[in-house]
Nanobody, 124 residues
Framework: EVQPVESGGGSVQAGGSLKLTCVASELSHPNNCMGWFRQAPGKEREAVATIYMRDGDAYHIIPVKNRFTISRDQAKNTIYLQMNLLKPDDTAVYYC?????????????????WGQGTQVTVSS
């Protein structure tokens, strides 16, 4: 069973940085994707960044471009999310997802495995 486990959340002031890590027990196929999602209070869960595990091609949503960077260690089934210049609007529970399907341009969908989530809180 594919089981992602996140770590690295916490509280930080606006303008600060955090790095999230997610380790998946395995992937069903080496071409599959991993990614980061977030859900803020009262809002729907949204994709933040996704990455192809084979070649590292990545996708970031516009609100986090030039602030967040997703990266991966394919051999370890591990992804990272480096978050810089954090804003209060980035406050959310961040979820790691695995076994997504590549759709082009680093974008992935149809993730089948989800972590428990880690809280990120950014104060002004």
């Amino acid at each position: 069973e594919v089981q992602p486990v996140e770590s690295g959340g916490g509280s930080v002031q606006a303008g600060g940085s955090l790095k999230l890590t997610c380790v998946a027990s395995e992937l069903s196929h080496p071409n599959n994707c991993m990614g980061w999602f977030r859900q803020a209070p009262g809002k729907e869960r949204e994709a933040v960044a996704t990455i192809y595990m084979r070649d590292g091609d990545a996708y970031h949503i516009i609100p986090v471009k030039n602030r967040f960077t997703i990266s991966r260690d394919q051999a370890k089934n591990t992804i990272y999310l480096q978050m810089n210049l954090l804003k209060p609007d980035d406050t959310a529970v961040y979820y790691c997802a695995a076994d997504g399907k590549p759709r082009g341009g680093g974008y992935c969908s149809d993730f089948s495995a989800w972590g428990q989530g880690t809280q990120v809180t950014v104060s002004s």
